[in-house]
């Protein structure tokens, strides 16, 4: 069998898993297509987010675990775009807002500045001191009473600025140009580190970003949460109350509220491939072009490739760049289709854990590797838990119902989840190290 129809069977393999989910009612499959929408879903999105760390890793051997900040900014790029603002809150704080962060920008610029004009020593020291202390004094004398202002207006349904009330898909783009441009500001700082240093560098920086989304209520209203979000497809109301949708729906053998459900879940799924599609493509062609075996050369060979005369840490900014915005969209994408910004449920297990998961166990460096662990480690993550209840009730069959060990076991099902990631990791690290599809 060739590498080609290996490969093409194991994706087809994960297509069968999630048509199980929708076809049957077996002890480990729901038979709900309801339940098998929802996995290819959020499979598309994270088959986007494992391209996008992919790219950072598999090309360029750039070890980021910061994808949960990245993944959070693209969120707040829907509620920052697609959102109508806020009644008032533009006028009662925006120019002060605004005014705050120029001059913030300015104190930074000052600073480095002068680092660069006047000579060592300690006058230069003082100078650069009394700018920040300054600058500080002014930025929080500009913004404070201008948040205070916008977090007054309707505190218990708004309470910050709003957004721009653009259609909600152009918001994918926009989120992936906000994590850009945050990739931008710390790889200029933190790619000059080593791999162990950089993963801590980024990190940090994305607990950074997640606790700002959590206490800046101005801005995407913390963990009050920004609920209501526009959607790219229609809602199920109103197609329930639309009479030709209802009789298709009937042609179909479906109730409208089953029919409307499926409707819209095949609606983004559709929007959600094609953006998969594109991106694979993309990624593809950046693969088997002169940048992309650039790129490789330098991860294999850092000093090899610098004394060819290539630029080492501005190709590793380009790459991380590109990787960054490809999960700020994966984010936007995933804000949008749970129609919320919940900044309390952004953790590094979902985020940065799962998502490595499924790069390793796909294939580092193949993007169709990628792609394939994002479907399949998704499909596991949601169905391991019924699976092990199923099991643990099968097991345990024999014990009598008051039984404390069966009783545990039972109580502690869903914990299966992290053990069976760290043995599907384990397997695939000792029998196949480069993956389920390796790079070639």
Request: hydrophobic share 55%.
């Amino acid at each position: 069998m060739t590498d080609t129809m290996k490969h093409s069977l194991m994706f087809v393999a994960v297509g069968a898993l999630i048509l199980l989910e929708g076809l049957t009612d077996w002890s480990f499959f729901s038979g709900s297509w309801n339940s098998s929408l929802v996995i290819l879903n959020m499979g598309l999105i994270s088959a986007i987010m494992a391209l996008g760390v992919n790219l950072q890793w598999g090309f360029a051997g750039l070890f980021n675990v910061g994808i949960m900040g990245f993944t959070a900014l693209g969120g707040l790029a829907v509620v920052l775009t697609a959102t109508p603002p806020t009644p008032g809150a533009w006028s009662a704080g925006g120019p002060g807002v605004l005014m705050a962060m120029v001059m913030g920008a300015l104190t930074v610029v000052s600073a480095v500045a002068v680092i660069r004009v006047m000579p060592k020593g300690s006058l230069r020291s003082l100078v650069v001191v009394s700018i920040l202390v300054v600058g500080f004094f002014i930025y929080r004398a500009l913004f404070d009473p201008s948040i205070g202002a916008i977090e007054d207006i309707s505190p218990a349904i708004s309470g910050n600025l709003g957004g721009l009330g653009w259609p909600v898909i152009l918001s994918w783009p926009v989120g992936g140009l906000l994590a850009a441009g945050a990739a931008w500001l710390i790889g200029k700082t933190a790619l000059g580190l080593r791999s162990d240093y950089l993963a801590i560098a980024t990190l940090g920086i994305a607990e950074i970003i997640i606790a700002i989304l959590k206490n800046e209520d101005w801005l995407s209203r913390g963990v009050k949460n920004v609920v209501g979000l526009p959607r790219p497809v229609p809602y199920e109301v109103d197609l329930q109350n639309d009479p030709a949708y209802v009789e298709w729906f009937a042609s179909f053998g479906l109730d409208p509220v089953l029919g409307s459900t499926l409707y819209v879940k095949l609606g983004y799924a559709l929007l959600f491939t094609v953006v998969l599609v594109v991106l694979l493509w993309m990624a593809q062609m950046a693969l088997k072009s002169p940048w992309g075996r650039m790129m490789r050369a330098i991860r294999d060979n850092e000093v090899a490739a610098e004394a060819m005369g290539k630029h080492v840490t501005k190709r590793h900014l380009q790459i991380f760049v590109l990787g960054s915005a490809i999960c700020g969209i994966a984010g936007a994408m995933m804000t949008t289709l749970d129609g919320q910004l919940t900044p309390g449920t952004y953790n590094p297990l979902r985020f940065t854990f799962l998502i490595w998961v499924m790069v390793i166990v796909g294939g580092s460096g193949n993007n169709f590797g990628s792609v394939l662990g994002g479907f399949l480690i998704w499909f596991l993550w949601i169905k391991v838990e019924p699976m092990s209840l199923e099991l643990i009730t099968l097991l345990t069959s024999w014990m009598s119902e008051d039984s404390i060990l069966r009783t545990h076991l039972m109580e502690n099902a869903a914990h299966m989840r992290l053990f069976t990631m760290g043995l599907i990791l384990l397997l695939v690290l000792r029998f196949s190290p480069r993956g389920l599809i390796p790079e070639k």
